[in-house]
């Protein structure tokens, strides 16, 4: 069986094409704010301003120090919530270790409005009344669902299984996939017997950040496969699910690098021209 490869560049450059000409109509703009120097933030940080680039959109990048403190971050949250010019802004994941047990906090301070990161309890709480009520969603899971519409996977009446219960991917993945009537199961860490659940999917989505984590005897014959995960090993990206094996037997599989990621930053940029549609 030869799988069909998902090409998450493909439907992100056809994304951010459609998007281009509500991006000149309106001018949005988005900031985002940095704390620190992770490495990985840099290299996120890179592609969604290389997106905003290539679809016109005005950004700015605002990189704080390490030590910043909470009450500074706060007082630059408040600056941007009350900044008209300002479309919509993130601040950027993970964060220095003396902020991270706040996450809630400084998630919860960003206006609604302005979340394009779509993480506060206002936007995620509409998601889950049904697929009419989603706008500001979390750009992974809407890159998810970006992929499978573009290939015309239906997920209707789908067992769907999900590696991951984060707040950002699993959950509010399960919540969308169930808004198009699929059936869902969500698995974790403390789940019995992984193998056998994923092993009975149609579609299996993997979000947990360990390098070739499913392996191909975990997967059905037919399935398709959508792999959330990036890791470095040896100094290349590799993603949750052991891609060359599992190819062997899916019908379809995103590749790792060039599957979801392109997808989820395409998706963020949608959610500022949305922001600024409902502004």
């Known amino acids: 069986m030869s799988a069909t490869l998902l090409d998450g560049r493909k439907v992100a450059s056809e994304l951010i094409e459609s998007l281009k000409p509500k991006v ?19 290299s996120y940080i890179k592609q969604k301003v290389k997106s905003c680039d290539a679809v016109g ?9 390490e030590k910043t403190t909470l009450e500074e971050l706060m007082s630059i949250i408040n600056e941007l919530n009350s900044d008209d010019d300002v479309t919509g802004f ?6 220095p270790s003396h902020l991270q047990p706040h996450v809630p906090k400084i998630i919860r301070a960003i206006d609604p409005k302005k979340d394009v990161d779509g993480f506060c309890a206002y936007n995620l709480g509409k998601t889950f009344l049904s697929k ?14 970006s ?30 996939l169930m808004n198009r009537d699929a059936t869902v199961t969500v698995c974790h860490s403390r789940t019995k017997e992984l193998g056998l659940r994923t092993k009975e999917a149609d579609i299996l989505i993997v979000a947990v950040g360990k390098p070739k984590f499913v392996t191909a005897d975990m997967v059905k014959k037919g399935a398709v496969v959508i792999d959330v995960g990036i890791n470095r090993v040896d100094g290349k ?28 930053v395409a998706c963020l940029i949608q959610n500022v021209v949305r922001a600024s549609e409902r502004r």
């Open 237 to 264: 990206l590799v993603g949750d699910t052991d891609f060359v094996e599992i190819a062997k037997k899916t019908s379809a599989i995103t590749p790792v690098p060039g599957g979801v990621g392109p997808v989820t």
């Open 132 to 145: 009419e009520f989603e706008n500001l969603l979390p750009a992974t899971p809407a890159g998810i669902i």
């Open 57 to 65: 959109m005005r950004h700015d990048h605002k990189k704080l120090s």
């Open 147 to 176: 992929i499978l519409e573009h290939y015309k996977i239906d997920v209707a009446g789908k067992d769907v299984v999900i590696v991951g219960r984060s707040n950002t991917v699993g959950k509010p993945l399960a919540v969308m």
């Open 90 to 95: 993130i601040v950027q994941l993970p964060l």
């Open 24 to 42: 000149k109509e309106l001018d949005p703009k988005l900031v985002i704010v940095q704390v620190g120097e992770d490495p990985a933030s840099e």
